[in-house]
């Protein structure tokens, strides 16, 4: 017989070795990880996740993994259930829909082309150090209010993050407990980092636009520290994902020339006379897009999340007690051959309708974000591509990304040259 906890040393160290291993070409849907005394399945096959994902929140919820979460980031929509978390998440979803064409192309679109004629001015730099503060300037522009986060403020967070994220990660399955001097200086450091969170948090709230996010959740009539936590969420789950996805956006478009070139053809194809980027034709940049989800698929930012079964059950065959933990690997089955044609391949040739492409989750926890999140990538590639020849400095293929709490991306170094004026005028006659 197994030991209860036989898996737990691999899952710290390499989920995502742990998940090609019990995942490609699995004979059975649900396989049994040995994660601790209570039971925990790994959910091998795509139609099975779709099963879990899409059940009703009373029979399969989030459950004890993401409760751990809270000590960090707090009670907000990602960890709430029942009417509370609709209600949030509905105000959410009604903020990004109307914005995302419209209002946010616009801005997106300007804050990329802002940072990219910083970037023009370097001999390199990495990719992750510019497209995760990126993303967090986005997100924070898009959901509260154009210059709502100063630089100073945006260099703390991320750092705060960067303590939050490695210690979520440490803490999720550890074994034995730290020595009790370290789990002191642990506790102090998140401690400070949530401190310097709630800060910067606090002044978004109050520098907020009326046409904000914020004035949208006070028909809800949060208390002072749920609004906080609901920030916190936002800006941690609207920069981290999309800022990780970014940098691998730009290693692809680095690393293939012949992309670049049909992007910056899609670009022009999409042009205002004023050289801006017309919203309404930019459903029809497939390119772009493809681009995007691609990417996501290879290298998706949550490249596990978990269930919690809330009652007994049957699935796939198995008897589910309550308690049961289930957990679906998006990296796993978007790279297990069973589903993919040379899975591990950059291809944009792909048909993204599959069942077993979940970069977003799906059901009613799926991306409130997917719609942004997808736009961010999409005109990233575009307003890169079009303005800049990407060369790339680091080694190629790049080294293996680092499965914290996210997938972190490994240091992959750009330079961008400027295109000159005068190629582009000649494609544009
Ligand atoms: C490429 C970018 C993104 C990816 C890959 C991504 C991925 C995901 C995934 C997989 C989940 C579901 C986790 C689960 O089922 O347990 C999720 C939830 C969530 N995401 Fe995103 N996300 C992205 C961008 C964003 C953005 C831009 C926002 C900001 C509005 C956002 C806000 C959220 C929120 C609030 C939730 C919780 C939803 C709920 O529980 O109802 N995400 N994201």
Request: with cysteine.
């Amino acid at each position: 017989m197994k030991h209860p906890f036989s898996d737990v040393s691999a899952f710290r160290r390499d989920p995502l070795g742990l998940f090609a291993r019990k995942g490609f070409g699995a004979s059975e849907p649900l396989v049994k990880l040995s994660l601790g005394p209570s039971p925990v399945y790994f959910v091998t096959d795509a139609k099975t996740a779709r099963v879990v994902l899409k059940s009703d929140e009373a029979d399969i919820d989030k459950g004890r993994l993401v409760r751990k979460l809270r000590k960090v980031i707090g009670t907000s929509s990602i960890t709430l259930s029942g009417v509370q978390h609709q209600q949030r998440r509905a105000v959410i979803h009604e903020h990004l829909a109307r914005g995302i064409m419209n209002e946010f192309v616009p801005e997106i679109a300007a804050l990329i082309r802002l940072h990219a004629s910083r970037l023009v001015q370097e001999r390199e730099f990495d990719a992750h150090d510019v497209t995760a503060p990126l993303a967090l300037r986005i997100i924070t522009s898009v959901l509260f209010g154009r210059g709502v986060l100063s630089s100073g403020d945006e260099a703390a967070l991320m750092e705060a993050v960067a303590v939050a994220e490695a210690h979520m990660a440490d803490s999720l399955f550890r074994l034995f407990p730290r020595s009790p001097l370290r789990a002191l200086r642990d506790r102090r450091r998140v401690q400070a980092s949530r401190e310097i969170m709630s800060v910067i948090v606090e002044r978004v709230r109050v520098r907020s636009t009326s046409k904000s996010l914020i004035a949208a959740f006070e028909s809800l009539n949060l208390t002072a520290t749920e609004l906080r936590d609901e920030i916190l969420l936002l800006l941690l789950a609207g920069h981290h994902t999309t800022g990780n996805a970014a940098a691998w956006v730009l290693y692809f478009l680095a690393t293939n020339p012949e992309l670049s070139e049909g992007i910056r053809k899609e670009y022009l194809s999409l042009g205002t006379k004023a050289g801006e980027i017309d919203p309404l034709r930019l459903q029809r940049a497939e390119l772009s897009l493809r681009v995007a989800r691609e990417t996501l698929r290879l290298y998706p930012p949550f490249y596990w999340f978990s269930r919690e079964v809330k009652k007994p059950m049957e699935l796939a065959g198995r008897r589910l007690r309550r308690g049961t933990t289930l957990i679906i690997s998006p990296w796993q089955i978007q790279r297990d051959p069973r589903n993919w044609e040379n899975p591990n391949a950059f291809s944009v040739e792909r048909s993204y309708n599959s069942p077993a492409f979940l970069p977003f989750g799906l059901g009613p926890r799926a991306c409130v974000g997917i719609g942004l999140g997808l736009l961010e990538l999409q005109l990233l590639a575009l307003e890169i591509a079009s303005a800049c020849d990407i060369e790339i400095l680091s080694a190629v293929p790049a080294s293996e990304p680092t499965p914290a709490v996210t997938l972190l991306p490994p240091c992959i170094r750009l330079r961008l040259r400027p295109r000159s004026v005068f190629a582009v005028q000649r494609e544009v006659a």
